[in-house]
């Protein structure tokens, strides 16, 4: 069973940066795809982005693709989503996520078979 925790609950202004992190622990993280979602309020939930569990496979959400860039920390179990760029409608509650899929393109919910508690961020025009 593997727990997700995201870290970094941030406000910021349109145009400006922020990294949200995501500790894992309770599995063995570099066997796990891992991603991010996010939900605006009234919205349908969003997929944002995954990575390979090497690191080195990255696809991307159309809305974010060229803003937003996942990373992971393999030694230290941790998955980064550095956003860019930012717009008030990038303000949602994200998501850390983690799939024992494998393969590129993994944006389907039903893929992912655990998810965080989620953290809230705030882009302000």
């Known amino acids: 069973q593997v727990q997700l925790a995201e870290s970094v609950c941030g406000l910021v202004q349109a145009g400006g940066s922020l990294r949200l992190s995501c500790a894992a622990s309770g599995g063995t993280f570099s066997c796990y795809t891992m991603g991010w979602f996010r939900q605006a309020l009234g919205k349908v939930r969003e997929f944002v982005g995954s990575?390979?569990?090497?690191?080195?496979?990255?696809y991307y959400g159309d809305s974010v693709k060229g803003r937003f860039t996942i990373s992971r920390d393999n030694v230290k179990d941790t998955v980064f989503l550095q956003m860019n760029s930012l717009k008030p409608e990038d303000t949602a509650v994200y998501y850390c996520?983690?799939?024992?899929?494998?393969?590129?393109?993994?944006?389907?919910?039903?893929?992912?078979?655990?998810w965080g508690p989620g953290t809230q961020v705030t882009v302000s025009s």
């Open positions: 990575i390979s569990r090497s690191g080195g496979i990255t």
């Open positions: 996520v983690a799939s024992k899929t494998t393969g590129w393109g993994l944006k389907k919910e039903e893929t992912y078979d655990y």
